[in-house]
């Protein structure tokens, strides 16, 4: 992993925004509203993963798959053409959000685990027979991490990762880092997470 990131990079996030924000209703959202428009907007979905030995992990995403304009739902388990599935964790996922959001108490609830023990993350208990160790690169655990990616209507773009500890940070270009906004808890209606505080998007 030459990022030296132990979470989903920003190289790896850009990249995938490149791919996700140029799809039809990626970036549709209702000016007036703020919000997404049924039929218009839409939400995709990648899965985050990572391949290979430990001393030779190498980041990966699948190929972004359409959901609805408030939904989409990510591969729970992925097939790599060079790995068998021993050498395979999913680690996360990342979607967009057509009007630049932070996660919903869905996004926060949405995370790789376990067939039989939903709330044991797929980089400690794989979902399919194989390795049950973490995933690690030279002894270092790989950290579960989700994220999204939207594009305001000025053009800039926002990448939130947010972890299974409830953390939420967002990368500032300024400060090329990722800032911790806050740490929120999912809430099992369609209300929003119970966070420690407000959570305010950066604005640079």
Not at 43 to 66: F, H, I, M, N, Q
Not at 166 to 195: F, Y
Request: proline fraction near 10%.
């Amino acid at each position: 992993m030459p990022t030296g990131d132990t979470s989903i990079p920003i190289s790896l996030l850009q990249d995938v925004a490149n791919a996700i924000l140029r799809r039809p209703g990626a970036k549709v959202c209702d000016p007036v509203s703020k919000r997404p428009i049924p039929g218009l907007s839409t939400e995709y979905c990648s899965t985050v993963y990572v391949a290979g030995s430990s001393d030779a992990l190498s980041w990966r995403v699948t190929e972004p798959l359409k959901g609805t304009h408030n939904r989409c739902n990510p591969f729970f388990v992925v097939k790599d053409e060079d790995y068998p599935a021993s050498q395979v964790w999913v680690v996360g996922y990342i979607h967009n959000h057509p009007c630049g959001t932070v996660p919903s108490s869905l996004d926060l609830r949405a995370w790789p685990t376990d067939a039989f023990k939903p709330y044991v993350a797929m980089a400690e208990v794989r979902l399919v027979p194989g390795n049950p160790i973490p995933a690690l690169h030279k002894n270092t655990a790989i950290e579960m991490a989700s994220a999204l990616v939207a594009e305001q209507q000025d053009g800039t773009r926002i990448y939130l990762r947010y972890f299974p500890t409830g953390e939420i940070q967002q990368w500032s270009a300024v400060k090329t880092d990722w800032i911790t906004l806050g740490r929120c808890t999912p809430r099992r209606d369609s209300r929003a997470p119970q966070c420690d505080e407000p959570l305010r998007l950066l604005r640079e």
